[in-house]
C-alpha cells in the first residue's frame, strides 16, 4: 500500500439519460463520497446503449483513470448490456456465481415473490469479477482488478446504488490504497449576494493557506463556501480550517446560518426549539412554499402551529382581519398589509413570531407603480412588527424561492437579536 493521489471517471449507462427521461443524480453522489475519500473525480460520461459506443468509453477512461466506476445497464432485460460489453471489454465470459445466486434466492424469499429464469440470469457475471452483494436489488455489483486500474460497476438505481458504495465499494477502495487525506468543510451564508460577498472577503480569501482553496457554491438567496484541504494530514487540514473559519467570523458572522449539509429551516427549527418559541406563517405569493420548508424538517410540529394561504384578497379579511379598506388604498402587495397580516397571524395561532409574506411573483401581475418581483413580508413577536421590502426579479419559480428564503432569514435574525444590525 502506498500514498496516492488517486484519480476517477464516472461512467453512466442508458438511453433515458441521453434523452433526459431520467435526470443523473448517481454521478453527484458517487462524486460526493469520493472526494470525502481523498479520490478525485476528474471526468464523468454518459453513454447510451449501445455496446461499441461503451466500449470505447471505457477504453478512453482506462488512459486517464485508476478508477472506472460505472452504473446502470445491469437489469435482466434485453436492453441491459452492460454485462456482455464487460466481457468483450475483458476478453472473458459470463459464469454463473453461486454465492450471488443464493443472495438472490434469500431476496426473493424475504420479499415473498417467485424468481424467474430472467431473475436468475442475473446471477451469470462476467469470470474475472468479484461479485459485490446487493442487499437491496436482483442486480450484484461487479469489481475488476485489471492492469493496474478498477473498474466498478453498479446497478443504476439510485438507492441500491448508494448502498453498495457504501458497503462495499469505499471499505473495499480505503483497504486497496492509502489515500491521500482531502478535508472539506462548508460554510452557509445567506443575505448577501455572491459578489458582494467574494468583494467583502477578499483579503480573508487571498491569505488562505497554499493547502486550501475556495469554491463559491451560490443558490437562490443563499450562498455555500466551500473550503478544500489537501496535502497534509486530516487533523492538520481540519485545525487549519477552524482557524481560517474563526478569521471569517469576524467578517460576515451575522451571514453565516450553518456549516456543511445543515439547511436554513434546519436551523431555525434548533433556535426554535432551544429557546421554546413558535411560529405560524400567513403567506400569499409563496403558496404554501415556506410553510413547506419549515415543515420539511422532522420534528416541526413542536414548533411549527400552523399557516395560511390567503391568495384571494377576501380572505386576508375573512381568515386574518385585514382591513378591506387598506387593502384598496394601499394594495394587498404593501407594507400596511403585510404588517396586519403578520399581527393578526400571530395572534390566530398564538405564537411567538408570525411571518407574513406578500408580492408579485409573476410574470403577470404587475402595475405602473408596482413590478414583478415586488414582494412586502413581516415578521411579528408578541410586542412589535417589523416589514422588510425587496425586489427581486421576473421568473416565478425563482421569486417564489428567495421569497421564502428571505422570510427565513428575515425569522433567523429576529431570534437572534441582529434584524436591525448593519
Avoid at 484519480?7 to 427521461?21: A, M, P, S
Avoid at 453513454?47 to 477504453?59: A, F, H, Q, Y
Avoid at 468483450?88 to 454465492?99: A, C, K, M, R, V
Amino acid at each position: 500500500m502506498y500514498l496516492c493521489a488517486m484519480n476517477c471517471e464516472i461512467i453512466t449507462i442508458g438511453d433515458e439519460l441521453l434523452i433526459g427521461q431520467v435526470i443523473d443524480t448517481n454521478s453527484a453522489y458517487i462524486a460526493n463520497r469520493l472526494n470525502e475519500i481523498g479520490i478525485r473525480v476528474t471526468r464523468r460520461t454518459a453513454v447510451g446503449d449501445v455496446p461499441d459506443d461503451m466500449i470505447n468509453v471505457l477504453s478512453d477512461a482506462s488512459l486517464r483513470a485508476s478508477v472506472i466506476l460505472m452504473t446502470g445497464g445491469l437489469g435482466p432485460t434485453k436492453d441491459d448490456k452492460t454485462k456482455d460489453v464487460l466481457c468483450d471489454y475483458f476478453g472473458t465470459s459470463l459464469t454463473f456465481n453461486e454465492s450471488s445466486f443464493k443472495d438472490l434466492e434469500e431476496l426473493f424469499k424475504t420479499r415473498g415473490r417467485e424468481m424467474t429464469e430472467l431473475n436468475r440470469s442475473q446471477a451469470e457475471l462476467p469470470d474475472n469479477c468479484i461479485a459485490l452483494q446487493n442487499k437491496l436489488g436482483t442486480a450484484p455489483g461487479m469489481w475488476f482488478d485489471h492492469n493496474d486500474k478498477i473498474y466498478i460497476s453498479l446497478p443504476g438505481v439510485p438507492y441500491e446504488m448508494e448502498n453498495l458504495m457504501k458497503e462495499q465499494v469505499l471499505p473495499r477502495l480505503k483497504e486497496r490504497f492509502k489515500l491521500e487525506a482531502v478535508f472539506h468543510r462548508t460554510i452557509q451564508t445567506t443575505g448577501l449576494a455572491e459578489s458582494v460577498l467574494a468583494d467583502r472577503i477578499r483579503e480573508w480569501e487571498s491569505a488562505l493557506p497554499p493547502c486550501f482553496k475556495l469554491a463559491y457554491l451560490p443558490a437562490p438567496g443563499i450562498v455555500r463556501l466551500r473550503l478544500t484541504g489537501e496535502g497534509k494530514t486530516y487533523d492538520e487540514l481540519k485545525a487549519l480550517s477552524e482557524k481560517c473559519i474563526a478569521d471569517l467570523r469576524e467578517l460576515i458572522g451575522d451571514q453565516i446560518f450553518g456549516y456543511d449539509d445543515e439547511r436554513l429551516p434546519e436551523v431555525i427549527g434548533k433556535l426554535l426549539k432551544s429557546q421554546n418559541q413558535t411560529v405560524s406563517v400567513a403567506e400569499s405569493c409563496s403558496g404554501g412554499y415556506l410553510a413547506h420548508l419549515i415543515t420539511s424538517i422532522a420534528g416541526s410540529s413542536e414548533y411549527f402551529k400552523g399557516g395560511i394561504v390567503p391568495y384571494d384578497n377576501s380572505f386576508k379579511t375573512k381568515l386574518l382581519s385585514v382591513d378591506k379598506e387598506l387593502i384598496l388604498t394601499k394594495g394587498a402587495v404593501s407594507e400596511e398589509v403585510v404588517i396586519e397580516m403578520a399581527r393578526n397571524c400571530r395572534k390566530l395561532f398564538d405564537t411567538d413570531y408570525a411571518l407574513s409574506i406578500s408580492g408579485i411573483a409573476g410574470p403577470g401581475g404587475a402595475t405602473p407603480e408596482k413590478s414583478v418581483g415586488l414582494v412586502w413580508m413581516a415578521i411579528a413577536t408578541r410586542d412589535k412588527v417589523q416589514a422588510r421590502k425587496f425586489q427581486f426579479g421576473k421568473n416565478r419559480t425563482l421569486n417564489i424561492t428567495l421569497t421564502a428564503n428571505s422570510a427565513l432569514e428575515l425569522l433567523r435574525r429576529e431570534i437572534l437579536g441582529l434584524l436591525n444590525a448593519n
